[in-house]
């Protein structure tokens, strides 16, 4: 054997395939929100069975592994899921639920869109609402209390310890958090609820970038027959879809091996969009530079599959630079010379875009 075939298989003996884990929230005795018509539980495996397909379909198994916490009507304990996920090596765990409110809510009826979270400490009362509806499936487990090591679901001081385990995968969760949130809100065209932060235990449980998304509201007649449908699952499964082949070739330096099917502008990717000359000035809490450097940092605010005016009113008033990358076009504030100045700046940005989270550029160019 030559030495240029012991490099090879040596190669593909440490290489491993990306694994995404596939969470459909609760199941068999655990019905979670229940709606006129259906439940929860089935929703979630529906549209999470439909999602393991499409990535299977369009990835090989040597480049992507699915894995489900359950493929299956049963029930499986929150602290199994985060063990099914850290076992697999995870790479991206997607947690899939349905929202809904109490039924003395006025609003219940009519109150619709999706929602996605990553894991942080409460911002609102409300991310702390849904946070405590989904931990409290622990009830259902006879020793919760010792196997959760005291965690009370219902207890807002049980929370602050998520904020001080979220830092690690932060920025990569928002990233795939603002994907699905886009393609939720375009290919399913649901109502944009945003991308929001609460102490979900089963995300701060997983070693790995991880979000829940809370696909729409089954108290909403109007959402539930949706959801209940062939084709709404076809169109949120699709849209969950798009969202991880663009996060996939992301993290992935902008490149999918040849003949892979993919939804994003992989040609293009890694290319920059001149900004305006108003979008090239700098942000008054960078480092006195005007204009960007070769290595620099930025706050990114929005990502959108379509061009976006610089001077958009969802830019809320500041300046902003665009730039393309892997298939969708990108707005960040300020050019800072360092990691510390941007997280000033980001730290104020964060009041008016919560998804916001710092990146590195190189040359224009994004750099992980």
Known sequence: MTFL?????????????????????????????????????????????????KIRKNYGEDEVKVVYTRDKDVF????????????AKGDLFISIHVNSVDKKNKRRATIA?????????HRTESNLEVAKRENAVMYLEDDYSQKYQGFDPTSPESYIAFEL??????????????????????????????????????????????????????SNPTSEKFMASADGVEKLSKSLYQAFADYYTAVN?????????????????????????????VDDDAAGSDAPAAVEYRVQVLASDKAVSTSSRLFKGEKVSEYFDRGMYKYTVGHFRSQSEAEKSLRRLRKKFPQAFIIKMENGRRVD
């Not at 499986?76 to 076992?87: G, K, P, T, Y």
């Not at 869109?113 to 400490?121: D, H, I, K, W």
């Not at 399913?188 to 696909?215: N, Y």
């Open 253 to 281: 330096g902008g490149q999918r091996p040849a003949g892979k099917a993919s939804s994003a502008k992989s040609d293009n990717a890694g290319t920059t969009v001149e900004p305006t000359a108003e979008a090239e000035s």
């Open 5 to 53: 075939s012991l490099v090879v298989l040596a190669f593909n003996a440490e290489a491993k395939p990306f694994v995404v884990v596939i969470d459909p929230g609760h199941g068999g005795k655990d019905y979670g929100a229940i709606g006129a018509v259906t439940n929860e539980k089935t929703i979630n495996l529906n549209v999470a069975k439909k999602l393991g397909e």
């Open 76 to 87: 499986i304990a929150l602290n199994d899921r985060a063990r099914i996920a850290n076992e």
């Open 113 to 121: 869109g999706t929602e996605v979270y990553t894991c942080g400490l």
């Open 165 to 218: 385990n979220q830092s690690k995968h932060l920025d990569r969760s928002i990233e795939f958090a603002t994907l699905a949130k886009d393609y939720l809100t375009t290919t399913a065209r649901r109502v944009d609820k945003g991308v929001k932060q609460a102490g979900f235990w089963v995300l701060w449980s997983t070693g790995m970038p991880a979000v829940l998304v809370e696909l729409d509201f089954i």
